[in-house]
């Protein structure tokens, strides 16, 4: 916890002295605690046409079966409504029918781990907006209006698989499997003995799944574990690919089965967007050699007034977060939270970990 709250407190004072402001608040974004979706229908009878009341009924209703214990809600978003079955429908208002249905996509994580997160937060005296799941606000950022209707699913990390699929009439996150958190890192320190530091700092600056015929003549510089006062030893550049080359491609492989159970293809509209670590993959934009077959588009995050410095795709969860007010009003909330838009605050936060 010292750490984390050290860590916010570097970020938060950095930003002050570039934005020249006191940062008050914060949107925190979220991409810890076994993020997970689940879907919730209901539905209501008629009396007249669909009015503001009979919606509200109908998501109240929905919301009612979405407590599950030791998990928060992050979000609660309305993916489409139905009359008499006839299911599609963006905005019943003024519609006529005897049954109204809706269908609730609810976004949690681990109660636990999102308590410790927000502590952190708090610790370092910062007021919490909202917690944003990671994968919805790199959406928010780089899905363009047709990829949202037309359907695409944003992966955001080569790491972890963890994607965000959007269609038309739904938008679902995937779960990250925890235990391919750091494999890649751990892979390398252990094909080369060297430290798991040391491992980081070859896969982001020279990381590659893909060697190249001037691999086999580059060398890198890696000192061995529990020899930091001798030389460090030289392998060829082409050494690294082939422990990381195995590792993505199962990552890739497991995404692909992950979302294909979830129900979306694993090119969910013929569309994949690469964000964050995943577009850092060479393999991953490679039609012929990923497993989805399929032409990857890296992310850019494409909003107005953003310096060409903010639009690389690892910076696509943080645009997220700042257009992410303008989205959070068509999602839902419990009663004791409706009506409250973007504004809700720590207590509403701590609504939701309580109904969990």
């Known amino acids: ?35 997970g979706s689940t879907y ?55 519609m006529m029918g005897d049954t109204l249905g809706a269908d609730l996509h609810v976004v949690s994580a681990d109660a636990a781990a999102l308590s410790n997160l927000l ?36 992966w955001i990390s080569a790491a972890a698989p963890s994607a965000w699929a959007c269609s038309a009439t739904a938008s679902r996150s995937r779960r990250r499997r925890r235990r391919r958190g750091k494999h890649i890192t ?63 491609e199962e990552i890739l492989e497991l995404a692909r089965d992950r979302l294909k159970a979830a129900g979306f293809p694993a090119t969910s509209g013929g569309r994949i967007v690469l964000t964050a670590a995943a577009a850092s993959s060479p393999l991953a934009g490679s039609r012929a050699q990923n497993p989805w077959r399929a032409d990857p588009r890296r992310a850019s995050a494409r909003r107005a007034g953003m310096p060409e410095s903010a639009k690389s795709p690892g910076f696509s969860a943080a645009v997220g977060l700042l257009v992410y007010p303008q989205f959070s009003s068509v999602e839902y909330f419990e009663p004791s939270r409706a009506g409250q838009g973007f504004e809700r605050g720590r207590r509403a936060i701590s609504a939701g970990l309580a109904d969990g």
């Open 186 to 248: 751990m892979d390398i320190a252990r094909g080369l003995n060297t430290r798991l530091v040391d491992a980081e700092r070859l896969k982001t600056l020279y990381g590659s799944a893909i060697s190249s015929p001037s691999d086999e003549r580059e060398t890198l510089a890696v000192l061995q574990v529990g020899e930091e006062g001798e030389s460090p030893i030289h392998i060829p550049k082409s050494q690294l690919s082939r422990i990381i080359r195995p590792r993505v």
């Open 1 to 35: 916890m010292d750490e984390a709250e050290a860590a916010v407190r570097l970020a938060v004072d950095a930003a002050e002295r570039m934005a020249k402001v006191q940062v008050e608040s914060v949107i925190v974004s979220n991409h810890g605690g076994r993020l």
């Open 119 to 154: 502590l952190a937060v708090e610790r370092c005296h910062l007021a919490i907006e909202a917690v944003v799941a990671t994968p919805y606000a790199s959406g928010l950022a780089v899905l363009v209006d047709d990829e949202a209707v037309l359907g695409a699913t944003c």
């Open 40 to 94: 919730y229908r209901a539905s209501v009878p008629l009396v007249n046409g669909v009015s503001e009341s009979d919606i509200y009924r109908v998501l109240e209703a929905t919301s009612l079966r979405t407590g599950q214990h030791g998990r928060a809600i992050l979000h609660s978003l309305p993916t489409g409504f139905a009359l008499d079955g006839a299911g599609g429908i963006r905005d019943p208002k003024g």
